[in-house]
């Protein structure tokens, strides 16, 4: 059995003459908290969609859980947790069905979902609110519940799409207190984030440039690299010569 929860060699994706993903290599331990940082335009996106099964790579060779992004897809989404930058719960459904509905989608047994739903929302601390609308939620719990339902399943490994856009400081750093005990259950966290405090609780972490990765090590390797004292001051070195403004 490998060590790897991800194993990724000179990934591309192209679309027509633009070369959105230009050859990526990089490698992600199990259990560990992964950062993929790169600004708008960068590829990130693009590559994380190649990585989840939702797009087949142009060349170059991936494998996700143990599974190839090319010949294996939907074992993929079987074996993986996604949570959006936007909220992607129903906020027309309360607390209690939404954890029914996913849950369901990810195959848990009526068993299985009545003891990890219970699990579920004594750690959110959610007793009192299970029969509200999401909708009615602050955002902050709505982030908390969205990560909570992505792992319910116990994936290998959870892709985070820039999961604390627009929550307040605090309830990120509450947002991260999930992060870490989830990759102490051993789930696999690879995670994009603008917020670059945040860059700085990951294990390790990648920085995209114009569709390749600039850079790739431990946050404290990568500042005394550059000479920085902050993981800011790391992407803007690497970032101010960008070219792309969307991805």
């Known amino acids: 059995m490998t060590d790897k929860a991800i194993v990724c060699k000179d990934l591309c994706k192209q679309f027509g003459d633009f070369t959105a993903v230009n050859r990526i290599s990089f490698d992600v331990n199990k259990g560990e908290i992964y950062g993929f940082l790169g600004a708008n335009g960068a590829g990130k996106t693009t590559a994380m969609r190649m990585l989840c099964g939702l797009s087949y790579p142009t060349s ?40 029914r509905f996913y849950g369901g ?11 990890k739903g219970v699990e579920l929302i004594e750690r959110l601390g959610l007793g009192k609110e299970m029969n509200k609308l999401v909708g009615e939620l602050p955002l ?8 909570s339902v992505a792992i319910i399943h116990q994936p290998t490994i959870v892709f985070l799409d820039e999961p604390t856009g627009g929550v307040d400081p605090v309830t990120r750093r509450q947002f991260w207190d999930l992060i870490y005990h989830a990759a102490d259950q051993g789930i696999t966290i690879f995670v994009t984030t603008h917020y670059m405090d945040e ?12 569709g390749r990765i600039d850079a790739l ?8 690299k ?20 969307a991805d």
């Open 60 to 99: 170059g060779e991936a494998t996700v859980a143990g599974y190839n992004v090319y010949r294996q897809q939907e074992a993929i989404k079987r074996n993986i947790g996604y949570m959006s930058q936007k909220f992607s719960l129903y906020e027309n459904l309360t607390v209690r069905e939404n954890i």
């Open 105 to 115: 989608v990810y195959g848990l047994s009526d068993s299985q979902l009545k003891e």
């Open 140 to 147: 902050g719990w709505k982030q908390k519940l969205a990560f």
């Open 199 to 210: 860059a700085e609780y990951c294990h390790r972490l990648s920085i995209m440039v114009d």
């Open 217 to 224: 090590d431990t946050p404290a390797e990568l500042k005394r």
């Open 226 to 245: 550059y000479s920085a004292r902050t993981m800011d001051e790391v992407f803007y070195a690497l970032a101010r010569g960008a070219k792309r403004s």
